[in-house]
């Protein structure tokens, strides 16, 4: 008898692996989401909305065991500041916002432009905001020990940047459009194309991480970090927009994407242990 050809979803057992191999399947994984997503429907109609990622969210699997388990506590700012590097617009250089030129030659992949506003929940510009991102490469790697899956390293691409928000709440990337990756969360598991977000207040505890997507990725319904966030009209405000006037004639594409601080619209941030 001759088996079928796999699809995603399918029944297919994890092979033999690794000891740390994780062993529950795709199928699996997307039964206990639409579970918790049902659930979360049903919720719903009783007027209880989830606009942020649940810490515990099963699926997730490292979440359950990293997640808070304690209150918060205050920590004094002058204290932390005096462990913690300071940053202004001294400090941060305009070429620091383009990815594609930091090395000696030319970056391998899709040249890209992501920029858009940084406001609070009224709308208002959010001025002189640190915003940093980093990403994987054109082949889904990272430049760092713990990615040691095999895809190439482009010697020409750190996947870091950095810029200040301007008066009216803007920023712009120029970079690399970023491909999906493995990871360990579940047997063929893949991220989404994604692109890390950091953003900082006035000082150093006042951190917010994100991470923003691409539209019309079909990794979206296999991913339980993006699936953690229950409510789809949340989970739409982490997709960028194609906008056709920031791309550039035969050099790049634009994406913009707004980021809202406050407010029952305000975009999902994460724990900074997140993929």
């Known amino acids: 008898m001759s088996a079928e050809p796999t699809t995603q979803g399918s029944q297919e057992e994890p092979a033999t692996l690794g000891p740390d191999a994780a062993q529950a399947t ?3 994984m997307d039964a206990e989401i639409k579970r918790i997503h049902d659930e979360y429907e049903r919720l719903k109609g009783q007027g209880s909305v989830e606009t942020q990622p649940r810490l515990d969210y099963a699926p997730y699997r490292s979440s359950i065991l990293r997640h808070p388990t304690k209150d918060p506590f205050h920590t004094d700012p002058e204290t932390i500041e005096t462990f913690s590097p300071a940053f202004g ?3 941060v250089g305009e070429l620091e ?4 030129i930091q090395a000696n030659g030319e970056p ?3 040249r890209i432009r992501v920029h858009g506003k940084v406001v609070d929940g009224d709308g208002r510009p959010v001025a002189g905001q640190l915003v940093e991102i980093w990403q994987a490469n ?3 790697r990272y430049i760092h020990k713990r990615d040691q899956h095999p895809a190439p390293i482009d010697p020409n691409f750190t996947g870091v940047g950095r810029a200040i928000t301007g008066p009216d709440g803007s920023y712009s990337f120029k970079t690399i459009r970023p491909a999906p990756y493995p990871w360990k969360n579940h047997y063929n598991a893949w991220r989404p194309a994604h692109i890390h977000f950091s953003l900082f207040g006035t000082d150093f505890t006042q951190r917010m991480i ?3 997507y691409f539209p019309n990725d079909p990794l979206f319904a296999l991913d339980p970090i993006y699936q953690s966030i229950t409510d789809q009209k949340a989970r739409d405000r982490l997709v960028a927009a194609y906008d056709h006037d920031s791309s550039e004639h035969e050099y790049l594409l634009g994406y913009r994407w707004d980021i809202v601080l406050s407010g029952s619209n305000r975009t999902w941030m994460e724990d900074e242990g997140d993929e």
């Open 26 to 28: 795709q199928q699996q």
């Open 89 to 91: 617009h001294r400090d």
């Open 97 to 100: 916002s383009d990815l594609t």
């Open 108 to 110: 391998i992949g899709e």
């Open 138 to 140: 054109a082949a889904g």
């Open 210 to 212: 994100t991470q923003m």
